[in-house]
């Protein structure tokens, strides 16, 4: 039994065989077998190894071997499906413990006066007169707190305001004061010393039932 | 005359594709729950991968190493990513727990000290009944390949792989499946010949 030269129609005969071979390269090789007596011979041999071959196969105790295959369908449920929840639970935990957070913040900062105290010192600087150089501050009652007017900003309005009125400066608004009162209030701004570079020291005002304020903090 | 590779195209695999598509789908279907898919896949491979035991010197336990190597295949099958066929990817599961098999063998021989004949290079599987002369020549033929020669032999005239399958499969390049090829088939040649 001889080897055909043919290297590339050799390795080709066992797909020959399995019909592997797209229709050009089947007829191709169909051609040159057709004119080969020693690929003919050889594919007779592989015709007979794979029967020999296909013969000798075991057999195989098919129920045997899927009893033992696993259930697909836990495996979707406990892999994939928990994990997601998981992460999504969190997600939304995290979200609501920060909206819950930050409301809250914003809440009672609103309510204690954190952003109504600036409003409420201009307020309550008044100017003891034209060549003053330090301001006073209006005694106000014992909550401490400034009267808002009803033209006042949102965040103020939303701050007590049983304080009852005040007059002049007390009203915070620029455009409620008089030219007298303003040419004042420019003056002591004149004479004030320089802003500082670094941010100032917070001031707070004590305030007593008998109606002085002294501020604290300086 | 084609010049095509073996392994794609010509010569290559025209004719398997349709199965190649018919067991993603029915690992899909098993993926989704249906049971039905499983025993579908085991019943297209198992008897191609109890040929591969046999021709890789598997002698009694053929049932439980086809068994273990599905079951193998069906827990990983979420690391199966398709770049070879599926019967592929199952001789090359077969193929490692008949090593692992035979390493832990060995390893119980030598602790009994009991001195047999290794079962990896003996070939009585095909010991079954044949038709006639012409088939008990070619087992005799086939009984006295090399280990590795059977192997890449039954795989490309049996199952009718892709030399480049056949690499993935025994853990080699596909020049030396080629190799082995066709030195097995001048070895059964030449048997047949005498």
Known sequence: ?????????????????????????????????????????????????????????????????????????????TLTAPRRRLWTDWRV??????LIAGGSSYSLLGRHGGIVVRDTLVAQVTPSGAGSASPQVQPTDS????????????????????????????????????EKQLKALLTEIDQLSPTPITEPDPVFLRVDTKGTTSPEGL | ??????????????????????????????????????????????????????????????????????????N??????????????????????L?????AEKRRRDRLEIQEDDAATEYDALDSVVADETESRMRDAVKRLSPTQREVFTLRVAEGLSYKEIADAVGTTEGAARVHYHNAMRAVKEFLDE
């Open chain 2, 1 to 74: 005359m084609t010049d095509a590779p073996q392994g794609s195209g010509p010569g290559g695999g025209g004719g398997r594709g349709g199965d190649d598509q018919r067991d993603l789908e029915l690992i899909a279907q098993w993926k989704a729950g249906d049971q039905r898919a499983a025993s579908a896949l085991v019943e297209r491979h198992a008897a191609a991968l109890a040929r591969f035991a046999v021709a890789s010197g598997e002698r009694n336990e053929v049932d439980e190493l086809v068994q273990d190597t599905f079951v193998r295949a069906f």
């Open chain 1, 1 to 77: 039994m001889n080897d055909c030269r043919n290297a590339e129609v050799r390795d080709q005969l066992p797909d020959l065989l399995h019909e592997r071979l797209d229709a050009s390269a089947r007829a191709a090789v169909m051609a040159h077998v057709d004119g080969c007596a020693d690929c003919r011979e050889e594919l007779e041999l592989l015709r007979v190894a794979h029967g020999t071959l296909i013969k000798a196969t075991p057999r195989v105790d098919l129920n045997f071997i899927i009893e033992a295959i696993p259930n697909a369908a836990p495996r979707a449920r």
């Open chain 1, 143 to 178: 909550t401490a707190t400034t009267p808002v007017p009803s033209q006042a900003p949102e965040v103020v309005a939303e701050g007590p305001s049983e304080a009852g009125e005040t007059s002049g400066l007390g009203a915070s608004r620029m455009g409620e004061l008089n």
């Open chain 2, 99 to 103: 090593l692992d098999r035979r390493r």
């Open chain 2, 76 to 97: 990983s099958l979420d690391g199966f990513r398709g770049d070879s066929s599926f019967r592929t990817w199952l001789f090359t599961i077969e193929r490692r727990l």
């Open chain 1, 93 to 98: 935990a995290a979200a609501a413990v920060v």
